[in-house]
């Protein structure tokens, strides 16, 4: 037990290895000092708190915020030393925010409660005892045999031991994972794929040694030692023998595998990523003015503390008659004495630190984060898929993006691949109505006749047509074949119904290119491939597949031929082939390959390579040997893969064509009016990558295009970045675009950062190519850590953008064709990257407008609220009366100022969204965090002591100090009726702030609904209904009656009335003629649009709904005319001459 405790504790942990020994049905060994290893059990955790620690460990948390923090030294001060105002004014609103977020904290992990117990409870089946037994999957060990039936989901991480085929095989699909919904198909090893009964696995003498849990879902290193008949027989485990956790199986009837990694080990638990906390500019403003404010707080607490040492330097002020000091106070410390003051004072005005804001600030983000996902203009209805938020952390930052990193593949372009040329031994063709035809000849073979391939055609249709991953699906079942070839159609089915599925969009274009020219790929099962040659059926063994990866940029597969040879077909990158091939037209297929890319196709290069029966057995010993090794396997497989792919015998290349995505080009040319600069970086080759950049408008045509390629040297590449600053000056050209490759990338990172970073930022628009997935995020890296710091967001669609997405301040994943991991990993995410337009020039643009006017607001109400108490103090000899009732300072942030703003933060739109699509300059207005710039906050800051002061000193006149005219027209003088004198004034004071800082807000609002009425008009009715409420009963809780009569007795008062009116109109005139003079005199190009929008519209076709190219074209063609409105909430738009107006509803 002291030894578990340890361990739990950290002091002792227990031993890890760098393998993990797993024994089959838990048969450990009975002989020797067998230590049984401890493993984690199934169970899956994904909530934060126990009903346990949920108390202690959510306050931690949330009083490492610094507000909380500081309101909690505040109400801990004022429980120990004698203050003006109660504890309950600090501890209430303190307790409210922390109980609040509690509430919203504990909801959350308790949904995250039921959904792990429904996943840990669910019913699964395991071989114990030489019986299936039905149990919880919380329950599953380590090493137990589990049975997962069809469309079923694996319980654990297994290892493939047996399925209901013959080989051993299943299929599976990993969509819950990676979202990929291709079938995948997976493997056990021969001697455990015979045993298909519970008897014989339950006879199975197994050991699987393997690694330690990692995150990697695409690794896996183990090897399973089969005890059978005494000998021992070792087989290679790899990714391809284990199944998910997560994934679901399909195609098979049944399957059994052992577990070997279970729980918060298993996969899928261990991508459970903690992304890392990113901050927006908002934030950090935010948090700068906190200090600011602090600041403020302590000048104000330590000036009213000396004042008052000076005030009562005069014995008269000193010891009053009617304040006698008692003997303890004449003889305690004056040090003490004045820190006990200072923190009196601190009390008295620490409501300038406004506690809610924070609070309220999450209710926004959060809230504000549903109207992405309701907006149907970012609804795909294709693919039925709508705008996905997975932080609403960043919502403002939307607005604030200065570059957009973009991948291309699926990102700018459909990812949906069609075979359009190859070239085959030197010779171009194109398919022609399923022909290959070759170039400058037509299709003139008659329909249905056989197209006249010769050998190394036939050959290079082969080839594609086996080497790749590609798996068939069969839809129909009535299509069973009939005699013939038992292993012909396995799976019972006609190849006419059959489909075929891919992870790779490439590979399946290929394969149904071969398809159609004559070549097809109809089956395979376990190790065996059959494709039919023009009618004519042909099988071969796959010995061995040798998988693709981003260093190698190939993939390769051995295969023996029916004529019993071996034969490698290898394909990928020409980068990565042709340096590896010594034999066919290579030169001339260099060139095709340059054509192909050029015309903006994407590229592959095949090779083969034929082995003799020596040969062969070397390269199956030294793969064997690779795949066998529990340590350093990934770069012993590197060494085998080099050494078999060499000595390569050229076939041939293939161009496919990849669509631009909808709208691409006018999204593109939006970001870029908007002032933001889009950066494309991919791992395509230079030309097909240039090319799509021109067809997509990253490039213009008359752009002066810089290019920083192929440098193989610290020295040339400084040379090169020196040339091409050069030019950048001297040519007299707007634009410059620049082209720079993986490799000079890499060397202008290393020591040339700083003079790499000045040719980009004076290049309108960057493509960086054949670019690994880290320099990605490097690339990124380097730019927002730049002396500027600019907002960076990046986007893309598949696995390889992920480190990019992450690293920048906003990550944007496209729910594209290459799987989920991008979506998953994204704070946004959308469907098309046209949809990126609206997402930052509308929605980024209210939610900054938005956030930054209640950040600001917050702080200019609580300057209202705070100055008036600390000019009291001027008028009570610095005694820390207070001059407000406690119940108003505790109600002032929570009650009375709260709902209006939160609703104006979440409704507010200065510029109809229409405009703000067509008018994407209106953006740059709010880049730099413009504002909340120090200059708009001493605005606000000022604004706020300004009205303050009319507050307090329009009060204090108008009221007068001798006499007050009440309701029933007696004049009574104020020192002659205690209740018409602090309270009254102090009343008087904060029902004049409440309306003035609610009807500013209401100044500020543009876009009005009726919630906004509601919440405006209702607070006011409110905070006078309350303190009647209030002020009329005497309360047999409190310990003071103050308050009672007081506000009755204020609205009695005629001058009272009259004071309110006066002070309310004083404060906001101003406000009001400076609207109206700038508007009209100095206005901004959102007040113009303002104004536009109100003014113009157009007739059929609203411009702002067109694709920007067209939209300027028909703005060109349009005669204006002058707009009649006909209602406040209907609005005839301006129509061209002879067409119809049209009518929108509420504009």
């Known amino acids: 037990m002291l030894r578990w405790i340890r361990q ?10 760098e393998t993990r020994t797993v024994y089959v049905a838990n048969r450990f060994p009975q002989h020797g000092h067998y230590v049984p290893q401890r493993f984690a059990d199934n169970r899956i955790i994904s909530s934060k708190y126990t009903i346990w620690n949920f108390v202690p460990k959510n306050l931690f948390e949330q009083f490492r915020r610094i507000a909380n923090f500081y309101f909690l030294i505040i109400f801990l001060v004022q429980l120990m030393i004698d203050t003006p105002t109660s504890p309950v004014t600090s501890g209430l609103p303190l307790f409210f925010v922390i109980t609040v977020t509690a509430i919203k904290q504990g909801y959350e992990d308790w949904l995250r409660h039921k959904a792990d117990n429904e996943v840990n409870g669910a019913p699964v089946f395991v071989v114990r005892s030489g019986s299936l037994v039905q149990t919880r999957s919380k329950n599953i060990r380590v090493g137990d045999i589990v049975r997962v039936a069809k469309d079923e989901t694996f319980p654990v991480d297994l290892v493939l031991l047996s399925s209901d085929r013959p080989d051993g095989t299943c299929h599976i699909t990993t969509a819950s994972l990676d979202g990929e919904t291709n079938l995948k198909t997976h493997y056990s090893v021969a001697e455990t794929a015979v045993c298909q009964s519970v008897s014989q696995l339950e006879a199975l003498q197994a050991v699987v040694e393997c690694q330690q849990p990692e995150a990697d879902l695409y690794r896996f290193v183990g090897r399973i030692t089969v005890t059978q008949h005494g000998e021992e027989i070792v087989r290679p485990l790899g990714p391809e023998n284990l199944l998910l956790r997560g994934a679901r199986l399909k195609n098979t009837k049944e399957i059994f595998g052992v577990a070997v990694y279970t729980g918060m080990e298993s996969k899928m638990a261990l991508n459970y990523k903690c992304k890392s906390q990113k901050r927006s500019a908002v934030e950090k403003s935010m948090n700068t003015f906190l200090i600011i404010y602090l600041g403020i707080l302590l000048f104000e607490a330590i000036l009213s503390t000396i004042l008052k040492y000076a005030w009562q330097a005069e014995d008269k002020w000193d010891e009053p008659f009617y304040n006698q000091k008692t003997e303890q106070e004449r003889n305690s410390s004056p040090i003490l004495k004045f820190i006990s003051d200072f923190l009196a004072f601190l009390v008295l005005y620490n409501f300038i630190i406004p506690i809610s804001l924070y609070v309220t600030v999450e209710m926004q983000k959060f809230l504000g984060s549903f109207f992405i996902g309701w907006d149907l203009d970012l609804y795909h209805e294709e693919s039925d898929q709508k705008a ?22 699926g990102t700018l372009t459909e990812n949906e691949m069609q075979f359009r040329e190859c070239s085959i031994n030197g010779t171009k063709y194109r398919e022609v109505n399923g022909k290959l035809v070759p170039e400058g000849m037509t299709d003139d073979t008659p329909d249905g006749s056989t197209p006249h391939l010769i050998g190394d055609e036939v050959l290079f249709l082969k080839a594609v047509s086996l080497c790749h991953t590609v798996q068939i699906s069969y839809d129909q079942p009535d299509c069973l074949v009939g005699g013939g070839d038992p292993f012909a159609h396995a799976n019972g089915f006609s190849s006419s119904h059959m489909e075929y599925y891919a992870s790779s969009p490439d590979e399946k274009a290929l394969v149904e290119a071969a398809k159609r020219i004559g070549v097809a790929f109809t089956c395979s099962n376990g190790d065996i491939m059959e494709i039919k040659t023009f009618g004519k059926p042909e099988r071969y063994k796959l010995l061995h597949v040798l998988e ?8 390769s597969v051995i295969l023996q031929t029916p004529s019993g040879g071996t034969v490698l077909f290898t394909k990928g990158a ?18 095709h390959v340059d054509e192909f890319a050029l015309k903006g196709l994407r590229t592959l290069v095949v090779a083969c390579r034929h082995f003799s029966p020596e040969e062969y ?7 064997n040997a690779a795949r066998t090794a529990l340590q350093q396997r990934e770069e012993r497989l590197q060494e085998a893969f080099s050494y078999i792919e060499r000595d390569l015998q050229l076939l041939g290349a293939t161009g496919v064509e990849d669509k631009l995505q909808d709208k691409v080009q006018e999204t593109i040319e939006a970001l870029r009016l908007a002032g933001i600069k889009v950066w494309v970086l991919t791992g395509d080759k230079h030309e097909t990558a240039v090319s799509v950049s021109l067809s997509c408008g990253h490039f213009h ?14 020295n040339e590449c400084a040379e090169q970045l020196r040339v091409l600053a050069r030019r950048i000056k001297e040519d007299h050209v707007i634009q410059h675009g620049l082209v720079v490759d993986g490799a000079s990338l890499s060397l202008a990172l290393r020591e040339h950062e700083k003079l790499f970073m000045e040719v980009c930022k004076n290049c309108s628009a960057v493509l960086c190519c054949r670019m690994a997935p880290l320099q990605k995020a490097k690339v990124v890296r380097l730019l927002k850590t730049s002396p500027e710091k600019p907002i960076t967001l990046a986007i893309g669609d598949g696995a390889n953008d992920v480190s990019m997405i992450q690293e920048a301040h906003v990550g944007i994943g496209i729910m594209g064709k290459e799987g989920r991991q991008a979506v998953r990993n994204s704070d946004y995410a959308i469907a098309r990257f046209k949809f990126l337009a609206k997402l930052l020039l509308v929605h980024g643009h209210f939610y900054y407008i938005r956030i930054a006017t209640l950040v600001q607001y917050f702080f200019y109400k609580n300057v209202c609220f705070i100055t008036p108490q600390f000019l009291y103090q001027f008028f009570c000899l610095f005694s820390q009366q207070t001059l407000y009732d406690s119940v108003y300072l505790t109600l002032y942030n929570i009650c009375f100022t709260s709902l209006p703003i939160l609703v104006y933060s979440l409704f507010e739109q200065l510029v109809h969204p229409h405009i703000l699509q067509n008018k994407p300059g209106l953006y740059r207005d709010i880049s730099k965090n413009s504002l909340l710039s120090f200059r708009t906050f001493l605005y606000w800051t000022l604004l706020g002591f300004c009205h303050a002061f009319v507050f307090f000193f329009g009060s204090y006149i108008l009221m007068g100090e001798d006499t007050s005219l009440m309701g029933n027209g007696q004049i009574l003088r104020a020192n002659r009726q205690l209740m018409f004198g602090n309270w009254t004034f102090g009343t008087l004071v904060f029902t004049v702030m409440v309306i003035t800082v609610t009807l500013k807000l209401a100044l500020e609002t543009h876009f009005w609904t009726w919630m906004n009425h509601f919440v405006t008009w209702g607070s006011i009715a409110f905070y006078f209904i309350f303190s009647l409420f209030y002020g009329g009963i005497i309360w047999p809780f409190l310990h003071t009656q103050d308050m009672y009569f007081v506000f009755v007795q204020l609205l009695s008062s005629g001058s009272a009335w009259f004071a309110i009116i006066i002070i309310v109109i004083t404060c906001l005139f101003p406000d009001v003629v400076k609207k109206v003079l700038y508007r009209h005199l100095l206005p901004t190009s959102t007040q113009k649009s303002q104004m536009y929008s109100n003014r113009v519209a157009i007739g059929d076709d609203f411009i702002a709904l067109q694709p920007l190219s067209r939209a300027k074209s028909q703005l060109g063609k349009i005669r204006w005319k002058r707009v009649r409105v006909q209602s406040a909430q209907n609005m005839t738009l301006l129509k061209p001459s002879g067409a119809q107006g049209r009518t929108i509803g509420t504009c």
């Open 388 to 409: 996905q938020v997975n932080t609403s952390d960043l919502n403002e930052e939307l607005g604030q993006v200065e570059y957009v990193f973009t991948d291309k593949t």
């Open 701 to 714: 045509r008359t752009m002066n295009i810089l290019e920083l390629l192929q440098q193989r040297s610290d």
């Open 574 to 591: 020409e980068s990565a082939i042709l340096p590896f091939a010594t034999g066919g037209e290579i030169e001339k297929t260099r060139l």
């Open 548 to 555: 693709f990866d981003a260093n190698r940029r190939r993939m």
């Open 8 to 17: 739990q504790l950290g002091f002792d942990p227990p031993h890890q290895s």
């Open 617 to 623: 057995i070397d390269v199956d010993r030294r793969l």
